[in-house]
């Protein structure tokens, strides 16, 4: 369900899915494995504004281009973000975790469409 390249299913669209090969699954099952699988690095929750959380099956570092017409997400690795860093000062005593960047922009569909 969760497999591919530029994935970024919703809760809602994976539960549609399961049911196709389990008729009787339930939304809320879907939501605590999503959240499990979150949990264990499995799959990382990815907001990309207004809308549904989305899961990417991608955990390894990366950063999503978003479209702002349609919400298409797509994966990408932008060169030059390796050398990025806070100095001391600018962490304001945080423990930095985890750096997360989203370029927005508009497709080519919606772009074609407009």
Known sequence: MLTGDHVHLTADEVHARAQVVLPE???????????ELAA???VVPVSAGAGPRRYDPNSNPHHHLVCVEC???RDVDPAGLSELELSKAEQHGYRLLDVNIVFRGVC???ERAA
Do not use: K, P, R, W
């Open 25 to 35: 699954i339930s939304l809320a099952t879907v939501y605590n494995t999503l959240n």
């Open 40 to 42: 264990m690095g499995e």
């Open 71 to 73: 919400g298409a997400i």
């Open 108 to 110: 080519s569909d919606c």
